[in-house]
Each structure stands twice: as C-alpha cells, then as structure tokens.
C-alpha cells in the first residue's frame, strides 16, 4: 500500500463546476496535510494546509479531513479554467516526513 | 523576492559529468529540503536540513548525490557520476519548522537532463 493515494485522473469538470479531489493515507498517526497546486512546467505552490478534523475553508477552496477514515480531500468551488492543474496531496507523517501523493491532473472545462 | 530561489534553472550534462546545484530558501526558514520529480510523479524526498543539520537522507538516495547546507542558510546538491536515470525535475523547498507547522514553500526547481 501506498503512503499517500489521490483519486486517478485525469479530473474533468465544466467551468462554474464543484471538483472535488480526494486522497487518502496509510500512516494513522500523521498530523499535518496539504494541498498543493501545480501548473505543467512549473513548482508546487502550497493552497491549503490542514491539521484538525472537519472543514477548512479559504476562498473558493475548502479541505476536508477526517482522521479515522484517514481521509482528505479538496473542493474547490465555482471552478475556472485557471484551476486547471495537477493537485497534490502531501501528509506529514509520525515520523516526521512529509510525503507526497502522485497527484491528480483537473481539467476545467469553459 | 523574497521565496525560494534555485539555480540554475536549467542544466544539460553528459553522463559521467558531476553537476551541482543551488538552493537558497525564505530567509527565516531553518528546514530546507531537496525533492527530486519525475513527469507524473509526486515530488520524491531526497533530503532534509534542520539549519546546518542534514537530519534523514532518502535511502533511496545513492553514494552519488550529497547536500550540503553550510551556516544553514544555501544549501547545494551534488550529483556524481550523473546518469540518464538522473534526469528530473530537482526541487528545493523551506518552511519555518516548529511542533504544528509543516508548510513547504517550493522554489521554481532545477531541470535536468543527462544525455
């Protein structure tokens, strides 16, 4: 098993659209979980961070966590094309290392 | 600017050639670390440095790549020997490391290719 899985993409959705982007993690005693957008070419660029159960919102994007079911995910509200991107989700894990998932290819569709 | 810078930004090598790269975080930042990303891949951890200390080190790692982070602030990436399995994207990131706070800044990453 992975440490750190995302949903498989690539992720179609229409402009003005919900997406909604999920990962999930093996290490039961991780703490700290982030979001990361990024564009083809380019670094990742940190969006959302997250260390509490429940919802985090900031903008259009909102994560979500839920530590028994070791599950994350992000929503990102009335998308545009300018979100088209590949999102990766990245975990700090109870010994101290911050893992990233493969990550998953959004299309926003105009 | 203030971010995370690396240089080069760009570098074409011969197999067998040493390379080494530049990462220079957020001033304030005392964790600086060194991811290495294929195309479709997640960033991979090479290494880290907690100020001048290098802490954990990939086992994925070989003999042939060593960081250094001197007075703890730059931090370079050498790669021996270099291999065309060695071509990636290397990224360099910092954050301000304490108990609850983890947030990695990326730099624009250094592109390398061996031929």
């Known amino acids: 098993q992975k440490e750190v899985e995302q949903n498989s993409g690539p992720l179609s959705v229409p402009e003005g659209a919900i997406a909604s982007l999920n990962c999930t993690y093996s290490?039961?005693?991780?703490?700290?979980f982030f979001w990361y957008r990024q564009y083809s070419g380019k670094s990742p660029e940190l969006i959302m961070f997250?260390?509490?159960?429940g919802d985090k919102e900031d903008g259009r994007f909102t994560a979500q966590l839920n530590k028994a079911s070791q599950y994350v995910s992000l929503l990102i509200r009335d998308s545009q094309p300018s979100d088209s991107a590949t999102y990766l989700c990245?975990?700090?894990?109870?010994?101290?290392?911050?893992?990233f998932g493969p990550g998953t290819s959004l299309s926003v569709i105009p | 600017d203030t971010g995370v810078s690396q240089d080069p930004r760009h570098k074409i090598t011969k197999r067998g050639q040493n390379v080494t790269f530049r990462c220079d975080p957020i001033?304030?930042?005392?964790?600086l670390y060194w991811y290495r990303q294929t195309l479709g891949q997640g960033p991979e951890f090479l290494t880290y440095f907690q100020n001048e200390a290098q802490l954990e080190k990939s086992r994925l790692l070989s003999d042939r790549f060593s960081a250094e982070r001197p007075k703890g602030s730059f931090s370079t990436l050498e790669i021996q020997r270099t291999e065309q399995g060695d071509s990636a994207m290397y990224l360099c990131?910092?954050?301000?490391?304490?108990?609850?706070?983890?947030?990695?800044?990326f730099g624009p990453g250094t592109r390398l290719t061996v031929t």
């Open positions: 997250i260390y509490s159960n």
């Open positions: 001033s304030e930042h005392n964790r």
């Open positions: 290490d039961r005693g991780s703490q700290s």
């Open positions: 990245a975990v700090k894990t109870s010994y101290d290392k911050v893992i």
């Open positions: 990131a910092s954050s301000f490391g304490t108990v609850s706070s983890y947030e990695q800044y």
